[in-house]
């Protein structure tokens, strides 16, 4: 069963920083996209980043360029979320997400494109 488990969230201040985890099971990574989402109260579900089947590709909406990095660790079978100078408004719940996409090297940060869901994990950056 393809399962992904998000951790790592909580409570920051404005400028601090936060890793998050996303653990797969059932399936290696070599095998899928992995996308990181996030949802605030109110508002449409959006990509924050990805990264493609080979490790070589990855894309970032604008809002969080230089400020956020992803990365993979294949032996752990995790992705990870780093984020840095985190803002009052990158404060949502936080999903990764697994694409079966047939592309090597290159991911989109789109909600469609994924298949599978974690549950999420919640991100409040507040003072």
């Known amino acids: 069963q393809l399962q992904l488990l998000e951790s790592g969230g909580g409570l920051v201040q404005p400028g601090g920083s936060l890793r998050l985890s996303c653990a797969a099971s059932?399936?290696?990574?070599?095998?899928?996209?992995i996308g990181w989402f996030r949802q605030a109260p109110g508002k449409e579900r959006e990509g924050v980043s990805c990264?493609?089947?080979?490790?070589?590709?990855?894309d970032y909406a604008d809002s969080v360029k230089g400020r956020f990095t992803i990365s993979r660790d294949i032996a752990k079978n995790t992705v990870y979320l780093e984020m840095n100078n985190l803002k009052p408004e990158d404060t949502a719940v936080y999903y990764c997400?697994?694409?079966?996409?047939?592309?090597?090297?290159?991911?989109?940060?789109?909600?469609?494109?994924?298949?599978?869901w974690g549950q999420g994990t919640q991100v409040t950056v507040s003072s």
């Open positions: 997400a697994g694409d079966s996409s047939t592309v090597q090297n290159m991911c989109m940060p789109t909600v469609d494109e994924y298949d599978y």
């Open positions: 059932g399936f290696t990574l070599d095998y899928y996209a």
């Open positions: 990264i493609s089947r080979s490790g070589r590709g990855t």
